[in-house]
């Protein structure tokens, strides 16, 4: 057996679909996802990599399959229709500015105030 051939079952054509465009596989922990949504029609396919490739062109984690997969479903081309990650990020910031401060960054604040007195810096 030379480097090239694999044992196992041949990878589902959604996923090589996938891999042409980012250039990388997905998890194998998610082909099965992948194939059981896309299928093997090619109109499919080539939806699905306008899905995968929009996706990658807003900016968003290519590894996020599942974000990917939920697009494709809703026949959705990310970043066209609804809230995108921009919208979202927006709300995000006028919350805070309303006061509505996430747990996580109050943590954050105090840890580095306590960082801050523990060096003796004052302030």
Do not use: H
């Not at 006061?99 to 810096?121: H, I, L, N, P």
């Amino acid at each position: 057996m030379n480097g090239k051939e694999r044992k196992g079952a041949p990878v589902p054509v959604a996923v090589q679909a996938y891999r042409e465009v980012v250039n990388r596989f997905p998890d194998k922990a998610v082909w099965g996802l992948v194939a059981e949504t896309v299928g093997e029609k090619e109109a499919d396919l080539e939806f699905w990599k306008k899905v995968v490739r929009a996706w990658i062109g807003c900016g968003w984690n290519k590894l996020n399959v599942t974000g990917m997969m939920e697009c494709y479903k809703r026949r959705e081309i990310p970043g066209t229709k609804g809230a995108t990650n921009a919208t979202r990020q927006r709300g995000n910031q006028a919350d805070r500015r309303r006061g509505k401060v996430a747990q996580s960054e109050t943590v954050d604040r105090e840890m580095w105030a306590s960082a801050k007195y523990a060096d003796g810096a004052d302030g």
